[in-house]
C-alpha cells in the first residue's frame, strides 16, 4: 500500500529557500510517478514537479523551471522538492502524490495520481 507523508514546509521571505520532503512508501502497483502539487484557496490543484522513478526524468511546471529541483534519494525512500529563489506566488499548501507514468493523462495533471498525501503549508512574504 502507497503510503505517502510530507515535511518541510513553513514561512520564509521572497528569495529564500525551502525543500519539502515525500517519504514513506512511494511505489507499487500503478505506482511509479511521485508528482508535487500546489494549492491556494479557491484555485484548482496546480502540478509543479514531478519525477518519474523508471528512468529518474523530471518535468517541471514553466512556473518553476530553474528554481526547483524535484530528486529522490538513493534508497527511494523520498522524494524532495528543493525550492530555491522563492516569490509570494509559490504561497500554497503543497501536496505530494504517487501516480502511473503510463495513464494518458499529462504527469503534471492530477488525473495522473491516486495517493496523496496530507499536505504541507508553504507561505512566502514580500
Known amino acids: 500500500q502507497v503510503q505517502l507523508v510530507e515535511s518541510g514546509g513553513g514561512s520564509v521571505q521572497a528569495g529564500g529557500s525551502l525543500r519539502l520532503s515525500c517519504g514513506g512508501r512511494l511505489y507499487g502497483t500503478y505506482a511509479n510517478l511521485v508528482g508535487w502539487f500546489r494549492q491556494v484557496p479557491g484555485k484548482e490543484r496546480e502540478g509543479v514537479a514531478a519525477f518519474y522513478n523508471g528512468d529518474g526524468t523530471t518535468y517541471y511546471a514553466d512556473s518553476v523551471k530553474g528554481r526547483f529541483t524535484i530528486y529522490q534519494d538513493n534508497k527511494k525512500t523520498t522524494v524532495y522538492l528543493q525550492m530555491d529563489s522563492l516569490k509570494p506566488e509559490d504561497t500554497g499548501m503543497y501536496y505530494c502524490?504517487?501516480?502511473?507514468?503510463?495513464?494518458?493523462?499529462?504527469?503534471?495533471?492530477?488525473?495522473?495520481?491516486?495517493?496523496w498525501g496530507q499536505g504541507t503549508q508553504v507561505t512566502v512574504s514580500s
Open positions: 502524490a504517487a501516480g502511473d507514468f503510463w495513464t494518458t493523462a499529462s504527469v503534471l495533471s492530477t488525473a495522473k495520481y491516486f495517493y
